[in-house]
């Protein structure tokens, strides 16, 4: 049977050798009126003046996390929480995002054409779509063209699952390679 094509972003389900996972998050600010959409289980960069943005291509930024939603007060007053950051959001004050940032980080994710064994131990780039403006999730893949050359993640195994194979939309067990914590260059 052949994988689905059902794109989830980054689902994060682990980090490397045997160290606890509490899902932790830490908040970093979203420019207000900021274009570009950020969507759940999407990649993040920080920006220079502190604020962080999508990242949304194969390029050459250090990956920062990834995105797990933002909360911000409206125009009206009211606090908001969203899965999303919508493209131009204003604000009254701050909009904090919530970002998994540590680079030992494990994710789940989907690729975007056919991967097999030989491509463990790889790297592959992001391959992006934007996301579900109802549910605020991400569609965020991995591309299926891997290479020993520097690119944004590094191809740890196949997700062991039941009905999960080599193959089209095979879901890939990652880790950021080109982590904005594990360079000593700032932004």
Same mark, same amino acid.
Request: hydrophobic fraction near 35%; aromatic fraction near 6%.
């Given at each position: 049977?052949?994988? =689905?094509?059902? =794109?989830?972003?980054?689902?994060l ?16 600010? +979203?420019?207000? #009126? ?8 999407d990649?993040?960069q920080?920006?220079t003046? #502190? ?11 250090? +990956? ?9 007060? $409206?125009? $009206? ?8 950051? =919508? ?7 701050? +909009?904090? !995002? ?11 994710v ?5 991967? !097999? ?14 996301? $579900? ?9 991995? !591309? ?11 191809? +740890? ?5 039941? $009905? ?22 700032g932004?």
């Amino acid at each position: 049977m052949a994988n =689905p094509d059902k =794109p989830n972003g980054f689902k994060l389900v682990g980090k490397l050798g045997s160290a606890p996972q509490n899902n932790g998050c830490t908040e970093y600010s +979203i420019a207000s #009126g900021q274009s570009g959409s950020i969507f759940s289980g999407d990649p993040v960069q920080m920006l220079t003046g #502190g604020t962080i943005s999508v990242v949304n291509s194969a390029t050459t930024v250090k +990956i920062l996390g990834i995105f797990r939603g933002c909360k911000f007060i $409206d125009t $009206d007053g009211s606090v908001t929480f969203k899965a999303h950051y =919508p493209t131009g959001q204003t604000s009254t004050s701050t +909009i904090v !995002a919530l970002v998994e940032d540590s680079p030992e980080n494990l994710y789940e994710v989907q690729s975007s054409g056919s991967l !097999a064994l030989t491509d463990v131990g790889a790297n592959v780039d992001l391959a992006y779509t934007a996301g $579900d403006t109802v549910s605020g999730q991400s569609k965020a893949e991995i !591309a299926a063209t891997s290479s020993a050359a520097t690119k944004q993640f590094r191809i +740890i195994s196949k997700v062991s699952e039941p $009905d999960n194979a080599f193959g089209a939309n095979v879901k890939m067990l990652v880790k950021i390679n080109e982590h904005a914590y594990s360079t000593t260059a700032g932004v």
